[in-house]
């Protein structure tokens, strides 16, 4: 029922100005129109978003928050570490990165970096 409709990722700040500066500036993401000072929502696409709220927990999450499908995963690493995202290394059992990012057997890919309050995103190729 629920693969019918878009979802969203709902994102918590600890300092929601520090976070929606990340968001816009260095991941380059725009903030709707009904975005306020205290909430924001990034529209991304295919009928996607973000939305970004203030929050005590922010980073609390030990797992990937929230990830972008990409079509060629090793330029968008280029282009954020160009743009000061520093990219997570792994090296554990069934997952290992080599300059930020993971190669599974099927050919997908994988990097995993953290926004400015510890929320943990990634980037993701599928094979093909």
């Known amino acids: 029922m629920l693969s019918d409709y878009p979802i969203a990722v709902a994102l918590p700040a600890s300092d929601f100005a520090r976070a929606r500066k990340f968001y816009e500036e260095t991941l380059g993401l725009k903030a709707d129109p009904s975005s306020t000072n205290e909430a924001a929502i990034f529209r ?4 996607t978003a973000l939305f970004l709220y203030p929050s ?3 980073g609390t999450n030990q797992a990937t928050a929230a990830g972008w499908q990409v079509p060629d995963l090793r330029s968008v690493v ?5 743009m000061g995202v520093e990219f997570q290394e792994y090296d554990m059992p069934g997952l290992k990165t ?3 990012i993971a ?3 099927d050919g997908t890919m994988a990097a995993w970096f ?3 309050e510890g929320n943990i995103l990634s980037v993701d190729q599928m094979p093909g």
């Open 44 to 47: 991304c696409a295919e009928g």
């Open 56 to 58: 005590a927990y922010a």
């Open 78 to 82: 280029d282009t954020l570490k160009g």
């Open 98 to 100: 080599e300059d930020g």
């Open 103 to 105: 190669t599974q057997p």
């Open 114 to 116: 953290t926004d400015t």
